[in-house]
């Protein structure tokens, strides 16, 4: 029954427009924007009434630090700078524990790469001694190349499989990344070991292009000598 219901033609009810002297108010609102007002109305109310009851139930001894470590400005929450809570003794301090841990890693990749270099400095060293065979025919020449390889028990690397010429190029790969991180590695611990002499006490200036007796793009600087007591 229900479906001969629904597909008899109904008229479609449709709600009024604004009358025609009412123009000046705009459109008429209809149910559907009602609804959607009705509902907006009521989720704003309900905020409100949990935010009551939180202020009703607050803890009178309640503290948390961002009581003092925030202000209120315009309305808005905001922290504290913490830019000036480290005094210079605990500055330079933070500063040597990062070059100490930047030189730890240099140290480390060094040694990385000067194993991984060893490895592979086998495969480019080549005999320079060099022996010159007579053979008499072609079987005769294949014999004494077999004896040589035999006995010399090192293989060239264009008779080395493939698979073992790939982790070779990929050895080799991996040794010119180390290479470069080992160069920005250098570069960013003197950056810092730079910027730590630069922050300790006595008179230094920077030295002009003309007093370099070395020419380099980073800057030089020199200290004032004093006298040690």
Not at 21 to 36: A, I, N, P, S, T
Not at 77 to 87: G, I
Not at 124 to 146: G, M, T
Request: charged share 40%.
């Amino acid at each position: 029954m229900s479906s001969l219901r629904n597909a008899v033609h109904r008229r479609a009810h449709k709600e009024r427009a604004q009358p025609k002297e009412r123009k000046r108010f705009g459109l008429l609102e209809k149910h559907k924007d009602y609804v959607v007002r009705a509902k907006a109305f009521h989720k704003k109310e309900e905020y409100l009434q949990k935010l009551k009851e939180k202020a009703a139930f607050k803890n009178p001894d309640e503290f948390y630090f961002k009581m003092i470590n925030s202000k209120t400005v315009d309305g808005v929450h905001r922290q504290t700078s913490e830019a000036n809570q480290y005094t210079q003794e605990e500055l330079m301090l933070m500063k040597s524990q990062d070059i100490g841990y930047i030189l730890q890693k240099l140290q480390s990749e060094k040694k990385k790469l000067e194993k991984l270099t060893a490895t592979l400095h086998s495969l480019d060293s080549q005999p320079s001694n060099r022996h010159v065979y007579y053979a008499e025919d072609r079987e005769d020449a294949k014999r004494i190349l077999s004896e040589r390889k035999s006995v010399g028990g090192m293989q060239a690397f264009e008779d080395l499989p493939d698979k073992i010429k790939r982790r070779t190029a990929a050895s080799y790969r991996e040794v010119e990344a180390r290479r470069s991180r080992v160069q920005q590695l250098e570069k960013v611990y003197n950056e810092m070991a730079l910027k730590q002499e630069l922050q300790k006490k006595g008179k230094k200036r920077k030295l002009r292009e003309d007093e370099i007796v070395c020419p380099t793009s980073r800057p030089v600087y020199k200290w004032r000598t004093e006298r040690k007591r």
